[in-house]
């Protein structure tokens, strides 16, 4: 049986929004229907067609594309790691180094099956990482011995331009790549920050709203995607960070041409173990199918795994265990593009929501035009 989250790639490469939107339309005909109250049942029926063919045709086409034999590609093999810190830990500096030394050993266990490339989720390094020498040395120290190329939630910090002293800084919620030598060679800033979590809202103006959560001045959000290239492993991937996989159109800014898969480090320790994590999880075959693209995801403690770009998720649980929750790794093997492959973009990575928000405009006339025509009996 196919999981609920999977149904969403019955739309194809046209979009999930595609079959969201013949639902949509289909509420809309009958709604046409009940307004206009057609005196013969076949009228009803006639503004019921279009939509009811156009999503036996969606259906039709995305059970093909999941049914079809998948495309041999070459694979990168890279290592998860799950922490599972505490969300009370996270928030007391006095933990910093004991669940810093317990993500090292965890990282240790990891590298022992040589992966190409190690990631860690939101917000796993304790400190500022460019500010913190013992911290940053420890992780090019593993970077090095191990020759691996290695993507870190991490929290960053800028000095602002207008800050006369110099000790003023805006903070980030960030992920960095660091390379086999043991070099930041790419850093990616979170761009949509949750309320009230990483941003107060109207905190310039009402300052006292910041006594109302602990998260201090908060963070400041990123102004654009960063790609990740890795040029040994000929692998080129795009960083999302907690819920920003939730956003259909801004992750199709984040794929190129030669993007080989997207990669989510979200937290997810806020919810305990609760459906959330699966609910978040849900998002990552939508991001895939929508973009033709394998998503990624490691989280500090929930669903760990990888979704291929059908829409069906791999690695889901950890070995010989039927649990998602709690410490531990995951070695995962990654389809990537071949070295003169390009991705055929999808539909919806080309176009967008216009074809959406084209069957919505037009319903919606047709519906106004109806309820214009019934009032002045046109």
Partial sequence: MLPVTQIASLTGVYGVSFLMVWFS???VCAALAWFTRPASARLWLGDLLLPISGITVACWFGMNQITRSP?????????LVQPSIPQTLIWDPKENTNRFHQLLQ????????????LVWPEAAVPNILRYEPDTYEAIRKLAVEHRVWMIVGADDA??????????????YNSSFLISPQGEIVATYRKRRLVIFGEYVPLVRWLPFLKFFTPIGQGFASGNEAAPFSLPDLKVKTATLICFEDTFPHSVREYVEADTDFLLNLTNDGWFGES?????????????AVENGLPLVRCANNGLTCWVDARGQMHE????????????????????????AEKRTPTFYSRHGDWFGWG???IASGLLAASILARRFKL
Avoid: M
């Avoid at 495309?71 to 890279?78: D, L, P, S």
């Avoid at 965890?106 to 490339?117: C, D, H, Y």
């Avoid at 800028?158 to 903070?171: E, I, L, N």
């Fill in 158 to 171: 800028v000095p602002r331009a207008k800050s006369g002293t110099g000790q003023d800084f805006d903070r």
């Fill in 106 to 117: 965890l990282t240790e266990q990891a590298l022992q099956e040589k992966p190409s490339i």
């Fill in 316 to 339: 889901v649980f950890f070995r010989d265990s039927n649990d998602i929750y709690g410490a531990g790794y995951k070695i995962v093997e990654i389809p990537i593009l071949n070295e």
């Fill in 275 to 287: 459906a959330a994590q699966w609910q978040h999880a849900a998002n990552a075959a939508l991001r």
């Fill in 359 to 361: 069957c919505v405009g």
């Fill in 25 to 27: 339309v289909a509420l």
């Fill in 71 to 79: 495309v041999h590609h070459e694979k990168v093999r890279v290592a």
